[in-house]
Antibody
Framework: QVQLVQSGAEVKKPGASVKVSCKVSGYTLTELSMHWVRQAPGKGLEWMGGFDPEDGETIYAQKFQGRVTMTEDTSTDTAYMELSSLRSEDTAVYYC????????????WGQGTMVTVSS | QSVLTQPPSVSGAPGQRVTISCTGSSSNIGAGYDVHWYQQLPGTAPKLLIYGNSNRPSGVPDRFSGSKSGTSASLAISGLQAEDEADYYCQSYDSSLSGYVFGTGTKVTVL
């Protein structure tokens, strides 16, 4: 059974960067396609990007290209999402979620990490 | 601004059947991409409810069913229960955006 455990809440100033981690247990990271989804307070879900097993590359939503970087440390089975040039609109809960190889639904989710951007 | 449109809210009495629509376009649902549905209880992470338009993961009650036709999809909840009160989101892939998209979300209220 795959479990995803994310790092704790963060408070950042505008213009700073944040790096959120997602630790995998029950499987190895290389067996999974990891994605990141965020949810602003009181708002809907927004896909940010993730690993595309068909192409073998990480793909990013157009909205975040140039500002987000998703990486993986296979030695610790931990995925990371770093968002730079933070602004108040980036205040949200950030989720990691896995996508199985046979469909493109997100079947396992982390508990979420609250990132607050405030001066 | 989401490319998949859902009604903001639906409600029903316990035991009733409610449906939630998810309207897309020719670059997502209409292009043949699968639709998936998620349930989000207050303060928790989303949970996969329906995948591949109409399939239920293990453990999801058969009260939940999904369908897809043309550029739209629907989630039906029959025998509505108090524990079904939550936000529901559809999700698909959009070829114009080259990425995944979520619906605007629907709040289900059990009267």
């Amino acid at each position: 059974q795959v479990q995803l455990v994310q790092s704790g809440a963060e408070v950042k100033k505008p213009g700073a960067s944040v790096k959120v981690s997602c630790k995998v247990s029950g499987y190895t990271l290389t067996e999974l396609s990891m994605h990141w989804v965020r949810q602003a307070p009181g708002k809907g879900l927004e896909w940010m990007g993730g690993f595309d097993p068909e192409d073998g590359e990480t793909i990013y939503a157009q909205k975040f290209q140039g500002r987000v970087t998703m990486t993986e440390d296979t030695s610790t089975d931990t995925a990371y999402m770093e968002l730079s040039s933070l602004r108040s609109e980036d205040t949200a809960v950030y989720y990691c979620a896995t996508r199985p190889s046979w469909n493109d639904a997100f079947d396992i989710w982390g508990q979420g990490t609250m990132v607050t951007v405030s001066s | 601004q989401s490319v998949l449109t859902q009604p903001p809210s639906v409600s029903g009495a316990p035991g009733q059947r409610v449906t939630i629509s998810c309207t897309g376009s020719s670059s997502n649902i209409g292009a043949g991409y699968d639709v998936h549905w998620y349930q989000q209880l207050p303060g928790t992470a989303p949970k996969l409810l329906i995948y591949g338009n109409s399939n239920r993961p293990s453990g999801v009650p058969d009260r939940f069913s999904g369908s897809k036709s043309g550029t739209s999809a629907s989630l039906a909840i029959s025998g509505l229960q108090a524990e079904d009160e939550a936000d529901y989101y559809c999700q698909s892939y959009d070829s114009s955006l080259s990425g995944y998209v979520f619906g605007t979300g629907t709040k289900v209220t059990v009267l």
